[in-house]
């Protein structure tokens, strides 16, 4: 199973978003969405989730349209980690998590639902903090409880819309590891969000790279980083390296204070490959 966008796109009002994406994310392994902010980004990952719904296209799941699903059927088989979420109310951490096992519960949770709510707790190392308040979380903490309750969910396909954003270096490590290891081994097709070009080079299989509301290269991050590419859509000047077969380092090029950064206005427009 993957999951397939079509000719997607999306407007809010008058603002056209997306403009005819298509994307295959595979089972197996983590897909990146990169690109400037205002790219679309993160407005794709909502319509993914179904928290927005696109002008026209399709986004399916063997061949079954996720915004014709029934609700609880889509929950199923779709986790979404939005970059924030306000509690409503004072949950613990384990309540929190075990809210990722709603869509497959009836009147109250079995022991299955607790073992599985338990084995994510442990994961992603927060057991010591299952019965505090999710209010006194740090904003860190509180983002690998959100990973914790959408891996609870068992989803077929998950969406994390800059899941590292608030982790310090070790947690943004470990929780790209983890995520990446449960894609493999629950062949779950994963959507990232993310700033982070080595990490996404790292830790996902594949990458997409969107500019102005299009895909401008998709495929694995050593065939698709390209300097020139990279270095026209963020406007920056910047350095792609192969130190190792499939490994790819990406960095800004060094600048003297006095060096000129070309005006956004100047750059030619990038056209995606055929």
């Given at each position: 199973?993957?999951?397939?966008?079509?000719?997607?796109?999306?407007?809010?009002?008058?603002?056209?978003?997306?403009?005819?994406?298509?994307?295959?994310?595979?089972?197996?392994?983590?897909?990146?969405?990169?690109?400037?902010?205002?790219?679309?980004?993160?407005?794709?990952?909502?319509?993914?989730?179904?928290?927005?719904?696109?002008?026209?296209?399709?986004?399916?799941?063997?061949?079954?349209?996720?915004?014709?699903?029934?609700?609880?059927?889509?929950a199923s088989l779709v986790a979404y980690v939005p970059q924030v979420s306000a509690t409503p109310f004072d949950l613990t951490v384990r309540d929190m998590v075990m809210l990722g096992r709603t869509p497959h519960i009836g009147m109250r949770p079995r022991a299955q639902d607790h073992q599985i709510v338990e084995r994510e707790l442990e994961r992603l190392r927060l057991r010591d903090l299952a019965a505090r308040p999710m209010a006194e979380l740090s904003g860190g903490q509180a983002q690998r409880v959100l990973v914790a309750r959408a891996l609870a969910q068992e989803p077929r396909v998950l969406i994390l819309d800059e899941p590292t954003s608030a982790l310090d270096l070790r947690y943004q490590v470990e929780t790209l590891e983890v995520v990446r290891q449960v894609a493999a081994d629950k062949s779950v097709a994963v959507l990232v969000v993310i700033h982070d070009l080595n990490h996404a080079a790292w830790f996902c299989g594949h990458s997409a790279l969107l500019h102005e509301g299009r895909v401008l290269r998709a495929g694995r991050p050593a065939e698709t980083f390209d300097a020139a590419t990279l270095s026209q859509v963020y406007g920056l000047e910047i350095d792609v390296t192969h130190p190792a077969p499939g490994v790819v380092e990406v960095r800004p090029r060094s600048m003297s204070p006095s060096a000129a950064r070309p005006a956004a206005a100047d750059l030619e427009p990038v056209r995606a490959s055929a």
């Open positions: 199973m993957s999951l397939r966008i079509r000719d997607l796109h999306v407007s809010y009002g008058e603002r056209r978003v997306l403009l005819g994406v298509d994307l295959d994310v595979p089972d197996g392994e983590l897909t990146a969405v990169l690109g400037p902010n205002g790219s679309g980004k993160s407005t794709l990952a909502k319509v993914v989730a179904r928290i927005a719904r696109p002008s026209s296209g399709a986004v399916t799941v063997d061949g079954r349209d996720l915004h014709r699903l029934p609700r609880r059927e889509h």
